[in-house]
Structure formats: structure tokens, C-alpha cells
């Protein structure tokens, strides 16, 4: 072995633990974008646990979510500041960006379902969604909670995240294939190029 080999440096672990307070909500998020679709996820919104079980899984991400909310009023608190808190550790654990492919997309069916996902983690937010729901819930779940919920990851994430989902009949399908779509964008966009150790822009930053 050489001595260059004996003084290389371990990458940096990709991992980020943020907690988050408000009068509203108190969040507590553990991530690992290195890590093997483990999960913990404990929101108090039956069906948002069920859709991040899925994130994590499919993303191949360390997911630890701890969520307490005004649930006594709705879901929309909860939703909403689990997703600002872990787009902010999906922007963080990234770091400068460098080698990262950075681009993710992918097509996912679910039996009458069809989600397609696109995403660039350019540090620049912007959010298309394009998916209607037959019905306003999920269970006890509003729907319009899933548009929420990627908004402001996209937003915290610092991601250009497009959602089109073109035909689906029913809404649980519609929620599961979306964010199944989005986990396996993400994993493909923060997966390390092998080809290179750059940062993937002319700018030189992201």
C-alpha cells in the first residue's frame, strides 16, 4: 500500500440531526442519505408516517422522524414542519454538493396510478405540482396535505421538484406513488458520481 493510500481521508458522513420548536409543533429529525430504507417515524398523522416510511425506504435513507403538534386543530402543522425540518437536513447533509449527480427523476406505477418525479437539488427552490385527488381524504388525511408537504420540502431543500401525475382513480394510490417517485428521484439525485468530484454546475457552487 502506498503512502498516499495510508493519508487518504474518509468521506464525510452525510448525516444531519436537526430539531425544530414552535408554539405549534415540536420536531426532532435524524437523517442519513448514506444510509440502508430505515426508519422511525412517529408524527402522529397515521398516514404522513406511512408516506416517509416510504421516502426512506425506497430513497435508501436513515429516516428518524419525532413529531408532538396541535393535532387537536388538523394535520396541517405537523405536515408542514416535518417537511420544512428534513428538506433543511437533506440541504445541510448535502454540504457543498460536491460529486453528487444532482439530478434525480423517475416513473412509478401503482396498480391505477402512474407518478413521474423530477428533481434538481440546484439550491434554487420551485415546485410544480400537477395531480388531482378523486376524493378530499385519505382517511382521516386532507389531501391537499401532500401538495403542503412537498412544497415545503422543496422549499427547505433548496430543490426544483416537479410532480405530474397523469391519470389515477384512486387517492391513496396517487399519494404512495408519488412519494415513491420522489424517494427513488432523491436517491438517484444525491448518489455520488463516480466519474466525478466536482460540484455539477458551470457556476462552480450550488
Known amino acids: 500500500m502506498s503512502e498516499s493510500s495510508l493519508h487518504?481521508?474518509?468521506?464525510?458522513?452525510?448525516?444531519?440531526?436537526?430539531?425544530?420548536?414552535?408554539?405549534?409543533?415540536?420536531?426532532?429529525?435524524?437523517?442519513?442519505l448514506d444510509g440502508s430504507g430505515q426508519a422511525t417515524i412517529a408524527t402522529g398523522v397515521g398516514f404522513f408516517d406511512h408516506m416517509l416510511d416510504h421516502l426512506a425506504r425506497h430513497g435508501m435513507l436513515d429516516l428518524n422522524v419525532r413529531a408532538t403538534g396541535d393535532l387537536h386543530i388538523d394535520a396541517h402543522h405537523t405536515v408542514e414542519d416535518v417537511s420544512l425540518v428534513l428538506g433543511t437536513a437533506i440541504q445541510q447533509a448535502l454540504g457543498d454538493k460536491r460529486g453528487?449527480?444532482?439530478?434525480?427523476?423517475?416513473?412509478?406505477?401503482?396498480?391505477?396510478?402512474?407518478?413521474?418525479?423530477?428533481?434538481?437539488?440546484?439550491?434554487?427552490?420551485?415546485?410544480?405540482?400537477n395531480a388531482r385527488f378523486p376524493t378530499p381524504k385519505i382517511g382521516e388525511f386532507d389531501v391537499e396535505l401532500v401538495h403542503e408537504s412537498?412544497?415545503?420540502?422543496?422549499?427547505?431543500?433548496?430543490?426544483?421538484?416537479?410532480?405530474?401525475?397523469?391519470?389515477?382513480t384512486n387517492s391513496h394510490h396517487i399519494a404512495e406513488a408519488i412519494f415513491k417517485a420522489l424517494a427513488k428521484s432523491l436517491r438517484q439525485a444525491v448518489a455520488m458520481d463516480p466519474r466525478s468530484h466536482d460540484i455539477p454546475s458551470t457556476k462552480g457552487v450550488l
Open 150 to 168: 412537498l412544497r415545503s420540502l422543496a422549499n427547505t431543500a433548496g430543490m426544483n421538484l416537479h410532480v405530474n401525475v397523469p391519470y389515477g
Open 100 to 129: 453528487i449527480y444532482r439530478y434525480g427523476w423517475a416513473s412509478v406505477p401503482m396498480e391505477d396510478t402512474l407518478a413521474n418525479v423530477a428533481l434538481d437539488l440546484s439550491g434554487r427552490p420551485a415546485f410544480v405540482f
Open 8 to 32: 487518504q481521508t474518509k468521506p464525510a458522513a452525510r448525516t444531519r440531526e436537526i430539531s425544530r420548536k414552535t408554539r405549534e409543533t415540536q420536531i426532532s429529525v435524524s437523517l442519513n
